[in-house]
């Protein structure tokens, strides 16, 4: 089994509309990140967590909200979805060497 | 603003022929890491190269860090088809903030 996991792996949804993005690791790592990836953009960070009680915000975090709900599971929320977050959505954790481990993505569309 | 520039963007060899890519950056790195990411997928750790580090060696994959240039290197050896990916370089700042770079993306014709 992926030691790192992301639901949905695919979801178009319409404007307005509430989604939550779903990752879940069984690494054991306490770092937990999400981040999008667009065209020519690279990766930019949303939030990242250091523990349950940590969470933090990253270089792109208007429009997302994030919830820590156990050491192995970190959700990311769209509250009312916008097309520019249209993109290929990341979940990663990273190991006390520094080295992370990423999920397969989320492709979202927003119509 | 993207802390990681790689060069080129795109490269085309022959399978047998090596790969070298650059990443440059733009501020004091705590270590810089290389990620291979296949079409749509999630990114795979390859290689992490210290601040104090100059070069490394994992099989077929050499990397080089001069940090007073504030650039890096990934060396591909003997290339394959099946190393047909887009490469990032990662540079960390700090212990937390990971800066992607755009990315190289390299494909191997058999």
């Known amino acids: 089994d992926a030691d790192v996991t992301q639901t949905p792996r695919n979801r178009i949804t319409k404007t307005g509309k509430r989604i939550m993005l779903e990752c879940s690791q069984t690494?054991?790592?306490?770092?937990m990140y999400w981040y999008r990836q667009d065209p020519g953009l690279g990766l930019r960070l949303i939030y990242y967590?250091?523990?349950?009680?940590?969470?933090n915000k990253g270089e792109i975090s208007d429009g997302y909200s994030v919830s820590r709900q156990a050491q192995a599971k970190f959700s990311l929320s769209l509250e009312s979805a916008i097309p520019n977050q249209t993109a290929l959505y990341f979940c990663?954790?990273?190991?006390?060497?520094?080295?992370?481990?990423f999920g397969p993505g989320t492709r979202l569309t927003v119509t | 603003s993207q802390q990681g520039e790689e060069d080129p963007q795109a490269l085309s060899i022959q399978e047998g022929e090596n790969a070298t890519m650059n990443c440059s950056y733009k501020?004091?790195?705590?270590?810089l890491q290389w990620y291979r990411q296949n079409s749509g997928r999630g990114l795979v750790h390859l290689i992490l190269?210290?601040?104090?580090?100059r070069e490394k060696h994992s099989g077929r994959l050499r990397v080089t860090l001069d940090t007073s240039k504030k650039s890096s290197s990934l060396l591909i050896t003997a290339s394959r088809a099946a190393d047909t990916a887009s490469y990032f370089c990662?540079?960390?700042?700090?212990?937390?903030?990971?800066?992607f770079g755009t990315g190289t993306r390299l494909k191997v014709l058999a």
């Open positions: 990663a954790t990273s190991a006390s060497s520094g080295e992370q481990y």
């Open positions: 690494k054991g790592h306490d770092r």
């Open positions: 967590s250091f523990d349950v009680k940590d969470i």
């Open positions: 501020t004091s790195i705590n270590n």
């Open positions: 190269i210290r601040s104090n580090e």
């Open positions: 990662a540079t960390v700042l700090g212990t937390y903030k990971y800066i």
